[in-house]
């Protein structure tokens, strides 16, 4: 008797331990699938952040970072499709960058495309790689509008048009790309019916993907902006040589005359422009402009002007002749907001006589030699490009200047005149006859060393704000 009890208790304590045993095991299992799937999340998640930190390079296309960003959150989340809009804030869109294969419509598609999208033909993906979307259109607005992260599922409305696609969608997440105050765009996942609905905890997830996402999209702007203006300032530096080259390479030979120029652009490239135009075997041209505006545009149609000036200039001994064709040329091709003012002389050799076409120009200066004084050559005359040539033919006369030996003739654009202090204060004509003045004894390079030293001297730090030309010609 005592014997069976105690064979029946051995066996319930066995059968107990073994109970417990069982459960603690699968506990046991349990918690290693946990773990396991924690450390599959975590390689996953340092994988996606390892591969957005390599993709920030210079050498990165944006197209990559936007596969990696979407395929990324594919692959730690489980989920059957996803995408990635940005917005379009002038447009108030948010255009699609990247969708992938299998990815559900997020907002309402017209019925023929989810027809023709069950036939397998792909119709559905190439229109939603294609459609951008107002802030008002299904949860993708709803997300970007509002500012928040949405996890959608079941009979919510907003999940129709994925429910009616050719894989019925269960669930789908939706987060805005976020950083700063800048609303960059939305990441959308969805998972079908074979998955299980998304939890809380992939919604964590997937704002955490959200908030790294939005930091490397917004890094990759700033390395976009910045390869950008790299790529600018080397095509600005190559249209820089390009135009020295186009300038004078030194003085002309004319008997009877010194000549110096000298051209400094506020920016790369310059809207100013001075030329020395050989018109026959004897006679010299020489020429000043100044294009309204500055930088690229201006040095454009600086560079046109040579072109057609140089092309009417020769054998032509008239310079309002030749300016009056060159404004015939150039008026069809200039914009309403645009023109060119020039002073044109031609130089005959050993001739004491200038003779000079002001178009609009700054009015040359006349220093004279035996008095010491300075004066205004002020011929009237029209801008080129202002008037296709009825006015401009009747206004632009040639002018002759007679020049004693050691008279010089002063040709400048207003980036002379008006260069600016570092108080707002200009140069001015008084400080530009002072200067001539006090180096006229010293010749045409003399007086551009003096006055852009006196330049130089009286802007001081402040940056140069428009280009400065200047030509001395002196009779010898």
Not at 44 to 70: E, K, Q, T, W
Not at 314 to 328: C, D, G, I, K, T
Not at 425 to 443: P, Q, T, V, W
Request: aromatic share 8%; proline share 6%; charged share 20%.
């Amino acid at each position: 008797m005592w014997a069976a009890f105690f064979f029946a208790l051995w066996a319930g304590v066995s059968t107990l331990f073994a109970i417990v045993y069982l459960r603690q095991r699968k506990k046991m299992e349990s918690l290693e699938k946990a773990r396991e799937r924690i450390q599959t999340e975590e390689t996953r998640v340092l994988d996606f952040l390892h591969g957005l930190g390599a993709a920030l390079s210079d050498n990165s296309r944006p197209s990559d970072l936007y596969v990696l960003i979407v395929e990324g959150a594919l692959r730690i989340l489980n989920a059957h499709g996803g995408a990635l809009y940005l917005a379009e804030e002038a447009r108030n869109e948010l255009r699609p960058v990247f969708v992938s294969r299998g990815c559900p419509p997020f907002f309402d598609v017209p019925p023929p495309v989810l027809q023709q999208s069950g036939k397998g033909t792909g119709v559905l993906h190439n229109f939603l790689r294609q459609h951008s979307i107002g802030g008002a259109e299904g949860a993708l607005g709803d997300a970007w509008t509002l500012r928040v992260p949405l996890l959608i599922q079941g009979a919510d409305p907003r999940l129709a048009p994925a429910r009616n696609s050719p894989r019925h969608t269960r669930s789908a997440m939706f987060a805005p790309l976020l950083y700063g105050e800048h609303e960059l765009g939305v990441l959308a996942v969805a998972r079908d019916e074979q998955g299980e609905p998304f939890v809380g905890s992939e919604f964590e997830i997937l704002k955490a993907i959200a908030d790294q996402s939005a930091f490397a999209l917004s890094t990759a702007l700033i390395f976009s902006d910045a390869a950008e203006k790299k790529r600018l300032d080397q095509d600005l530096q190559v249209a820089h040589e390009i135009q020295r080259i186009l300038l004078p390479s030194g003085s002309p030979d004319v008997p009877g005359f010194q000549i110096s120029g000298i051209n400094i652009p506020a920016r790369q490239v310059s809207g100013d422009y001075y030329d020395y135009i050989s018109v026959d075997a004897g006679h010299c041209g020489v020429a000043i402009a100044d294009v309204s505006g500055k930088g690229v545009p201006a040095s454009l149609i600086m560079a046109m002007c040579r072109s057609v000036l140089r092309s009417q200039a020769s054998s032509r001994h008239s310079p309002a002749a030749v300016l009056q064709l060159v404004n015939e040329q150039l008026f069809p091709d200039i914009k309403e907001d645009m023109f060119i003012s020039m002073a044109y002389a031609i130089l005959s050799p050993n001739s004491p006589d200038v003779v000079l076409c002001r178009a609009g120009h700054d009015a040359p200066l006349h220093y004279s030699a035996s008095t010491r004084t300075i004066a205004k050559i002020n011929p009237p005359g029209m801008a080129l490009g202002i008037d296709g040539g009825g006015v401009f033919n009747r206004v632009t006369t040639d002018f002759s200047l007679h020049l004693e030996r050691d008279d010089c003739l002063i040709l400048y654009t207003d980036g002379v005149t008006e260069a600016l202090d570092a108080e707002g204060e200009e140069f001015g004509m008084e400080n530009l006859y002072r200067s001539i003045l006090a180096s006229a004894s010293d010749g045409p390079a003399g007086i551009i060393s003096h006055l852009t030293d006196s330049l130089r001297a009286f802007v001081g730090s402040c940056p140069q704000h428009d280009d400065i030309t200047l030509i001395v010609i002196r009779k010898k």
